[in-house]
Each structure stands twice: as structure tokens, then as C-alpha cells.
């Protein structure tokens, strides 16, 4: 299976300022979801939206899916120094819980 | 991290030495995978499993082999270590759609 694409590779911001990262996917999927994951650890899941779900919020998180564009985005909103890390988005597929990342975004929040 | 250890977390061998790492957990979930994660490349899934002795291949097995004879333990084994597979190598954990991410392991193969 070939990888998702995300945009923008890194992105820097403000902290209290809203930051948004977008990926693509190749194929149909059954769920996709977001990780986070902080330099040098594993990573850690955020959310998941199911391919019938539009749109999806967790405390500031807020994540769309658009199946017909095979896109997702990631909206942190107010962010905060805290959130500075590399979050990627993940598809499954197929059987087998199977997870297909993309290269991730690295969000920096600045003081 | 919770409930998944990795073993060893850092590690440097020698290009031709066989090599195996060991994820362990105690959550006592059916499906384990193995990922390597390199620059440009994000995650990708080398081998995983969904039982006892049930295993299947991901994106980047050659040059990998794995096992389960165990629940609760995943080994990976690199036969004849390559520098290509130099890389950070993490360990992951479901029962249902989430994964559950061990610390990871740094293998440097000079």
C-alpha cells in the first residue's frame, strides 16, 4: 500500500493561534486517524473518524474527512507551546487492523 | 507507552550480525505490529501479527523474519543486519481500531 501524503511537511505558528494540517489518501478506507508523536517517544493516538463520520471534535481537536476528495484535515485550535510535535495521519484500509501513515507534519508553537 | 516495553531501546551492530528485538506488552491484545520509521518516510509496517503464530507481512519485510509464540511477546529479527536497516523501529498494539505505541528502538548498523 503506498503512503498518504501531508501538507505542510512543517509548520510554524504562534502560540494561541489556530494550526491546521491536511492529508491525502490513495484508497478507500474504513477509518482514519491522527497521531501525535513528541521527539524521540512512540506515538500516541488523538482521534479517529470513521469513512461514513464528516467531522469530529476531541476537547481542541477538530478533524473533517471528505471521502470524495480522499482528504482529512487536523485543526488544533488555540495552540499552545505543549503542542509542539509531529502528527501524522493513519488509514486503515483493509483487514488486520492495518495502519498506512503518512510522512507527517511538524508543528512547532512558538511563545 | 503504557503496558509495551521494547527491548533494547538502543542498539549498535555490526553490518552481517543477526539482531532481534523484543516488544512486550501486557494488555494482552491480539494484534501486534513492528513499524520502522526513517526521514522522509514516516511510519512503515514491516510485519505484524493477529495471534499466537499468526503472522503476515507489511510494506518493508525483506530482510526481516518475526515471531509470536507468546500473547504477550513480538520478536523481530533481523537475519544478516544492513545498514539500510539502520532506523528507529517501533513496536505497536490493538484490539480495535487504535494502535498503542511502544518507546521505540534506535538500531545503528555500521
Known amino acids: 500500500s503506498q503512503q498518504g501524503e501531508e501538507d505542510p511537511q512543517a509548520l510554524s505558528i504562534q502560540e494561541g493561534e489556530n494550526a491546521t494540517m491536511n492529508c491525502s489518501y490513495k484508497t478507500s478506507i474504513n477509518n482514519l486517524q491522527w497521531y501525535r508523536q513528541n521527539s524521540g517517544r512512540g506515538l500516541v493516538h488523538l482521534i479517529l473518524?470513521?469513512?461514513?463520520?464528516r467531522e469530529k471534535h476531541s476537547g481542541r481537536l477538530r478533524v473533517t474527512l471528505d471521502t470524495s476528495k480522499k482528504s482529512s484535515s487536523l485543526l488544533i485550535t488555540a495552540s499552545r507551546a505543549a503542542d509542539t510535535a509531529s502528527y501524522f495521519c493513519a488509514q486503515e484500509e483493509g483487514g488486520g487492523n492495518k495502519l498506512t501513515f503518512g510522512t507527517g507534519t511538524q508543528l512547532k508553537v512558538e511563545l | 507507552d503504557a503496558g509495551i516495553t521494547q527491548s533494547p531501546r538502543h542498539k549498535v551492530t555490526e553490518t552481517g550480525t543477526p539482531v532481534t528485538l523484543r516488544c512486550h506488552q501486557t494488555e494482552n491484545h491480539r494484534y501486534m505490529y513492528w513499524y520502522r520509521q526513517d526521514p522522509g518516510h514516516g511510519l512503515r509496517l514491516i510485519h505484524y501479527?493477529?495471534?499466537?503464530?499468526?503472522?503476515d507481512k507489511g510494506e518493508v519485510s525483506d530482510g526481516y523474519s518475526v515471531s509470536r509464540s507468546k500473547t504477550e511477546d513480538f520478536l523481530l529479527t533481523l537475519e544478516s543486519a544492513t545498514s539500510s536497516q539502520t532506523s528507529v523501529y517501533f513496536c505497536?498494539?490493538?484490539?480495535?481500531?487504535?494502535?498503542?505505541f511502544g518507546p521505540g528502538t534506535r538500531l545503528t548498523v555500521l
Open positions: 505497536a498494539i490493538s484490539e480495535t481500531d487504535t494502535q498503542y
Open positions: 473518524i470513521r469513512s461514513n463520520e
Open positions: 501479527s493477529y495471534g499466537v503464530k499468526d503472522t
